[in-house]
Each structure stands twice: as C-alpha cells, then as structure tokens.
C-alpha cells in the first residue's frame, strides 16, 4: 500500500500515522515524560558508565616536564646523525672534486643513508630511553628506562591483542547466537539498525 492510497475504510495510510503519533504524544505528555529527555535517556542506557564519566581535558597528555626531557633526548640521539650525515656528504664531494679521488656513488649513498637510519633509531632510543615518570629523571644513556619503557609497551600491545581476540571470540559467539557480554549485545543491536 502506498502512503496516499486509502484503505478499505477510506482512511490513508499517513493520516492515520499522523494520527498514532499524536496518541502517541499525548499518552507520553500524560505519563509526564518529555520527548527530548526520554530520547536522551534512551541514548544513555545504551552507553556504558566509562563513555558517560566526562572527559577530563588533561587526561592522556604527557607531562611537560616528560615531553622536555624526552626532547632533551631525541635532539642528541637524532641530530648528531644527521648533522655527520651531511658532514660525510660533504666530505665525499671534497674528495671527488678537489681531491680527484674517484669514489663510487654507491659509497656516498650507503654511508649517508645508514647515518639517516641511525637518525631514525636516535628518535626511538630517544623515546624509549626517557623516563616516563613525572618525578624520575633517569640516567644519561637510559639503559634501564628503556628496558622498563619497551617492558611497558610490550603489555599494552599484549593487552590490546588479549582484547582484541576476546572481542572477536564475542563476534563469533554472537554469529552461534550466544551473547557472552553488554558490548556484545550493543554490538548485536547495533547490526539490527543496520
């Protein structure tokens, strides 16, 4: 049926939708309930109590005194690569053209290029090697901070692969129509709205 054809009383289909809606209103305004609040309560029961706690805005910032000192580390670990980087570079052209050695541009290439890599593990080390703590400075070169850092990242990936695997175990036991958690059914309802 179609929203304009009438029915077998003569009545369309969208006066009497126009209609249902406005019982609808009423029995709502009777009951007391508003439909703004109710659609906004409707949108709360479905989130959980971490995505309804508000946001603080520092959270997830690193210190500055962290990011100084990590960038106290980086310069170092980075820039001294580079800057022999170039230095090299400059000296393969000084021994090309004012002293007529004839080195092969394979050499310039490689030796550059592995100073350029160095570079790149001198940002890592830089950040690993820093101390994450607020109160902790650490030491010069950053051997244990680096172990207890690298240790620290090594469970967050564990933990994320951990949740990750279970939220898939979830899926598979959705599709076998078992709902093993909250997350699984929102995820459920969510696919029906689909």
Same mark, same amino acid.
């Given at each position: 049926?179609?929203?304009?054809?009438?029915?077998?009383?003569?009545?369309?289909?969208?006066?009497?939708?126009?209609?249902?809606?406005?019982?609808?209103?009423?029995?709502?305004?009777?009951?007391?309930?508003?439909?703004?609040?109710?659609?906004?309560?409707?949108?709360? %029961?479905?989130?959980?109590?971490?995505?309804?706690?508000?946001?603080?805005?520092?959270?997830?910032?690193?210190?500055?005194?962290?990011?100084?000192?990590?960038?106290?580390?980086?310069?170092?670990?980075?820039?001294?690569?580079?800057?022999?980087?170039?230095?090299?570079?400059?000296?393969?052209?000084?021994?090309?053209?004012?002293?007529?050695?004839?080195?092969?541009?394979?050499?310039?290439?490689?030796?550059?290029?592995?100073?350029?890599?160095?570079?790149?593990?001198?940002?890592?080390?830089?950040?690993?090697?820093?101390?994450?703590?607020?109160?902790?400075?650490?030491?010069?070169?950053?051997?244990?901070?680096?172990?207890?850092?690298?240790?620290?990242?090594?469970?967050?990936?564990?933990?994320?692969?951990?949740?990750?695997?279970?939220?898939? %175990?979830?899926?598979?036991?959705?599709?076998?129509?078992?709902?093993?958690?909250?997350?699984?059914?929102?995820?459920?309802?969510?696919?029906?709205?689909?």
């Amino acid at each position: 049926l179609s929203a304009a054809a009438p029915d077998g009383d003569g009545v369309t289909l969208a006066a009497a939708e126009a209609r249902g809606r406005a019982a609808l209103e009423k029995m709502r305004e009777e009951a007391g309930i508003d439909p703004l609040e109710r659609k906004t309560r409707e949108r709360n %029961a479905q989130l959980t109590e971490e995505e309804l706690r508000p946001v603080d805005p520092m959270e997830g910032v690193m210190p500055e005194v962290v990011s100084q000192r990590m960038l106290r580390r980086v310069v170092p670990f980075a820039g001294l690569p580079v800057f022999g980087a170039f230095l090299v570079f400059g000296g393969f052209w000084y021994a090309n053209t004012q002293l007529e050695l004839d080195l092969p541009p394979m050499l310039v290439a490689y030796s550059t290029q592995a100073l350029f890599f160095l570079s790149f593990a001198g940002i890592s080390w830089g950040v690993m090697s820093t101390s994450w703590d607020e109160a902790e400075e650490g030491s010069l070169l950053g051997l244990e901070q680096a172990k207890k850092n690298t240790a620290m990242m090594r469970d967050g990936l564990r933990r994320g692969r951990a949740e990750a695997e279970e939220e898939y %175990a979830e899926d598979d036991a959705l599709e076998d129509g078992v709902i093993m958690s909250k997350q699984a059914l929102n995820r459920a309802s969510r696919r029906k709205k689909k």
